[in-house]
C-alpha cells in the first residue's frame, strides 16, 4: 500500500528539495511574490510555508495593517497585511492571495499576506538596478529581462521593527 503524505510534509519537502538543488547548484533562487502593486523576492530560507489564506479573526485595538490570528494546524499565527503595513492599499483578498509564514528563526507564528504568488525567480536572471529609488524594506532592486523591477525584502529587519512587533494601538 502506497504511504499517505499530508499536505504539509508534501510541501516542506518541495521547498526542501528547491533549496538543496539551488545549493548545490550555486544558484540564487527567490520566491516572487506581489505585493500591492511591487514585485517582491524573498529568500527561500525566509519562508517556513505559503498556503491559501485561512480564515483570519480580527483582534479589537489593532493598527489597521494587522489582520488578526489565524489557526494553522493547532497553532495561532498573527497575519499582516504587509501591503498596508508598507504604507500601500489594503489587500483585497481574491483566490490568489496567500499566507506566507515566515520562518521562525525570525519570528515566531507570525505571517503576512500576499497578493499572489509569482514563481521561482533567479538572480542570475536579472540586472542589478542601480538607478532605481528601492523601497525602506528592500535589500535590493534588479530588472528582469522584460524590464519590469523586482525588489528583494529584507525579512529580517522586517521581523526585528518594533512598529511591526507592536500591532496594537496604544
Known amino acids: ?3 499517505r503524505i499530508s ?3 508534501y510541501q516542506e519537502g518541495v521547498v526542501a528539495r528547491l533549496k538543496t538543488a539551488a545549493a548545490a547548484e550555486h544558484v540564487d533562487a527567490h520566491l516572487g511574490v506581489r ?3 511591487s514585485n517582491w523576492l524573498l529568500d527561500l530560507a ?3 510555508e505559503v498556503m491559501p489564506v485561512p480564515p483570519i479573526s480580527g483582534v479589537p485595538l489593532a493598527y489597521h495593517w494587522f489582520r ?5 494546524r493547532g497553532n495561532l499565527v498573527s497575519v499582516s ?3 498596508a503595513f508598507f504604507g500601500g492599499q489594503n489587500l483585497t483578498q481574491t483566490a490568489a492571495a496567500r499566507l506566507m509564514l515566515l520562518h521562525s528563526r525570525h519570528i515566531l507564528h507570525s505571517a503576512v499576506l500576499v497578493d499572489r504568488m509569482l514563481g521561482l525567480k533567479h538572480l542570475a536572471d536579472m540586472q542589478p538596478d542601480t538607478e532605481a529609488e528601492p523601497h525602506a524594506w528592500a535589500q535590493a532592486t534588479f530588472r528582469d529581462a522584460n524590464g519590469q523591477r523586482w ?3 529584507d525579512v529580517a529587519r522586517l521581523a526585528a521593527d518594533p512598529h511591526f512587533l507592536q500591532a496594537g494601538v496604544n
Do not use: P
Open 46 to 48: 525566509d519562508v517556513a
Open 7 to 9: 499536505l504539509r510534509e
Open 1 to 3: 500500500m502506497a504511504k
Open 81 to 83: 497585511d504587509i501591503s
Open 35 to 37: 505585493i500591492g502593486d
Open 68 to 72: 488578526g490570528v489565524a489557526n494553522v
Open 151 to 153: 525588489q528583494t525584502l
